[in-house]
């Protein structure tokens, strides 16, 4: 069947009339409505249907492998520091919607810690009838003397952002009863957090408070114990076309203050902050990241900043004190500056010194800076971390700021001063530093910084490392640069073999994400491991035919990410969007240039901006990939801004209403781009039901298109609870990877195994 012309947006060339742009017609927009019972029939049917392609003998077992690395019980249990207590969320075979518990610190250090559990959560959903998703706890801080107790647990009816805070206690193990005046907030996109004991701010879109057109809260309000949302006094409003509205307070001792941010963009927001019971907007441009540490106030601008004549360029981190700069100071001083290497990823606070986590080519580098000392190529002098090794991800980060430093000083001959054993470290500048590789198992490592003669010291311990779920040492990492369309040189990672045969004839994986400033950096996955690089057949067939050996994994550093900083995302943004889609096709072409696979052996992979990357390697260059496969995506960008949260996707893409825009934005539209008479390469797509961020209904409309126009080899499936990340527990998160690689390996290695 052949889809009829007016179902594409004009060709090339042609311009519309100034103003907003019509909209092609959509011969499936019957399948926006979520939830019709119509709808979801069509995604029944296509589900048994992919079910019966991909889910044989061979699949199963993967997925059995899969489940196994997931639910593995000797993985790191990652843990943060409130008090007196070490915090984790667990997940395993047994407990598949997870434990919050909590431990010591001498029994965490111990390797087989005695774990207090607070909340199980499969537990909860049984007795409650509700199949919650736990997405994280905030604490009440105590008072002096006083332990952590009282906490707003964040829990997901479905796994979609939307969520429900409740009161808990963590000593009795109960939940407030609202009854008495426990606070319970109904389920809703926004955030809350504690003003005090008794009162609660909070910007949320329940009780029919306003949202914004991206379907995020437009006010927050100061809740009293006891109050309704819709009765409490608004604090904070913003317009209904910006992105959203946050409040929080900061109530570290010394330094309690309350900010209100008005995100007008995903890139541009003001933050306020309260003073003398009226907000007074931080004086800096909308499109610089601001964060607060007791007396300092950082600055990192996504655009050159322009300052009294000075230029900061954008990706810099600047300092001033707090209320100098409230008071009209403009003075900064200029913590790091980027070079065309090397860019800043996150920062972090110990009590007394700021840790910069850095990539120099993709490959992580730390910096410990210290406020008393100046330097000589920042004004804060910094010593590097020596704990960075090549091709690796290592990222520093404060175990408890407010904790008691203790001694930060030498002691007196240069030395460091021992921590006696069997003692936790004085916590206020402890770090913990965890690195990983695509080879390398995660490591968590903690760390205690003091200053010495020669600059600050650091004496590390390492606390846990990640099993090996697959022979790594059979393989190695290398990292290549393509070159784009434009000249630009473009980085990406490849895990292979230590003997691969530069024959083309490898099954390639190609990830990419490009967007947002995301960076793709170097990760350990025991999944991709198992499913993908010792991937075989028992198929009976010559040693240097695809069925006998594994797959090879790439991993595309494109434009948009943040791998160089803002410059490098904003190279691909909006009318420049192409730019992205060029040097993912360059590193493909690269790939099979090099002799490492060909068209018929490379597939590529990618989720939410991701699907919309790979939507384009569809739709674009089908010519070069063997297979795709298309998660939870952007692909109808006529409509995305109607759809879900796509509203607040503005600044990253475009707005498709202005006609102008739709001009550049519909030749990266794959909904829109689709043609008769094209090899379309074998395509999987999928997404789930209660994606409250994307949404399941571009991906329903690509695919029942595709299938309309009579394009073989297309299949959909869409899981019915999971949210933006298609899986709410490990068992959802195995069955997803495992289509998706079974999918993938089918396609490009052969179907002699099926």
């Given at each position: 069947m052949t889809t009829t012309a007016a179902a594409h947006p004009p060709a090339s060339g042609a311009a519309f009339p100034s103003g907003k742009a019509p909209e092609p017609t959509d011969e499936n927009i019957w399948l926006e409505e979520i939830y019709g019972e119509e709808q979801l029939a069509w995604v029944r049917e296509q589900n048994a249907r992919t079910e019966d392609l991909l889910e044989d003998a061979d699949y199963a077992a993967l997925e059995s492998r899969i489940l196994e690395v997931l639910d593995s019980t000797d993985k790191i249990a990652m843990v943060g520091k409130h008090g007196d207590w070490y915090y984790n969320f667990w997940r395993d075979g047994k407990n598949p919607k997870g434990l919050w518990r909590r431990t010591t610190w001498e029994s965490y250090r111990s390797g087989s810690p005695e774990w207090d559990v607070l909340l199980d959560v499969d537990a909860l959903a049984a007795a409650e009838g509700e199949e919650w998703v736990f997405h994280g706890a905030n604490f009440l801080r105590p008072a002096p003397g006083e332990a952590h107790r009282l906490a707003l647990l964040a829990l997901s009816?479905?796994?979609?952002?939307?969520?429900?805070?409740?009161?808990?206690?963590?000593?009795t193990r109960t939940f407030a009863d609202p009854a008495s005046g426990g606070f319970d907030l109904p389920t809703a996109k926004g955030n809350a957090s504690w003003l005090d004991r008794d009162t609660l701010l909070v910007a949320t879109t329940a009780e029919e408070l306003p949202m914004t057109s991206s379907s995020y809260a437009r006010t927050a309000v100061r809740l009293p114990r006891g109050g309704s949302l819709s009765k409490a006094e608004r604090i904070f409003e913003i317009?209904?076309?910006?992105?959203?509205?946050?409040?929080?307070?900061?109530?570290?001792?010394?330094?309690?203050?309350?900010?209100?941010?008005?995100?007008?963009?995903?890139?541009?927001?003001?933050?306020s902050v309260l003073q003398d019971g009226s907000w007074v907007v931080i004086d800096a441009p909308t499109d610089v990241n601001l964060s607060v540490h007791r007396e300092w106030l950082l600055f990192r601008p996504q655009g050159d900043w322009h300052v009294n004549g000075t230029t900061y360029g954008a990706g810099s981190l600047l300092a001033a004190k707090f209320d100098d700069y409230l008071a009209g100071s403009s003075e900064l001083a200029v913590l790091f500056t980027p070079d065309a290497r090397t860019s800043l990823q996150s920062w972090s606070w110990t009590r007394n010194f700021l840790l910069l986590n850095l990539l120099q080519d993709v490959s992580s580098e730390i910096r410990v800076l210290d406020p008393e000392r100046p330097g000589t190529d920042s004004a804060w002098a910094?010593?590097?971390?020596?704990?960075?090794?090549?091709l690796h991800d290592v990222n520093a980060y404060a175990v408890d700021d407010e904790d008691d430093a203790g001694d930060s000083e030498d002691d007196g001959t240069g030395g460091i001063v021992p921590v006696p054993e069997g003692e936790a470290p004085g916590a206020g500048n402890d770090f913990w530093l965890v690195a990983t590789g695509f080879t390398t198992p995660s490591t968590l490592t903690r760390g205690t910084l003091r200053r010495s003669g020669e600059g600050v010291v650091s004496e590390h311990e390492v606390i846990r490392t990640s099993p090996s779920y697959f022979d790594d040492s059979a393989y190695e990492v290398q990292q290549h640069f393509a070159v784009s369309d434009d000249g630009t040189r473009v980085p990406y990672f490849q895990v292979a073999s230590k003997d691969l045969v530069l024959d083309g004839q490898n099954p390639t994986q190609l990830s990419g994400y490009g967007g947002f400033e995301v960076s793709r950096t170097p990760s350990y996955s025991g999944a991709i491991g198992r499913a993908w690089l010792e991937r075989r057949t028992d198929a009976a067939t010559d040693e240097t035919d695809a069925h006998t050996r594994g797959g090879v994994y790439v991993v595309a550093n494109i434009r948009g990410g943040g791998e160089y900083g803002p410059s490098w995302h904003r190279a691909a943004l909006q009318e420049k969007r192409h730019r992205a889609y060029e040097d993912f096709a360059a590193v493909a072409r690269d790939l099979v240039s090099r002799g490492v696979t060909s068209r018929e052996r490379l597939g590529c992979v990618g989720g939410s901006n991701g699907g919309l990357l790979v939507g384009n390697m569809l739709t674009r260059y089908p010519e070069l990939f063997g297979a795709v496969s298309c998660g939870v995506p952007l692909l109808d960008m006529r409509r995305y801004t109607k759809l879900s949260a796509g509203y607040s996707w503005i600044a990253e893409y475009g707005d498709p209403d202005v006609a102008e825009e739709w001009e550049f934005i519909r030749t990266f539209s794959p909904y829109h781009l689709l043609r008769d008479g094209v090899e379309y390469p074998e395509t999987f797509i999928w997404t789930a039901t209660s994606d409250d961020r994307v949404g399941p209904v571009q991906a329903r409309k690509m695919a029942a298109r595709m299938q309309a126009m009579g394009i073989p080899n297309v299949w959909f499936h869409e899981a019915l609870e999971g949210g933006h990340a298609g899986a709410s527990d490990n068992r959802q998160a195995a069955a997803l990877q495992s289509r998706s690689q079974h999918f993938l390996w089918r396609s490009l290695a052969g179907r002699s195994e099926g």
């Open positions: 009816p479905d796994g979609g952002d939307a969520n429900r805070y409740r009161e808990f206690d963590v000593e317009p209904e076309d910006h992105m959203m509205a946050l409040v929080a307070h900061d109530s570290t001792p010394g330094y309690e203050r309350t900010f209100a941010m008005d995100w007008i963009s995903f890139f541009n927001k003001n933050t910094f010593t590097l971390l020596d704990a960075c090794p090549p």
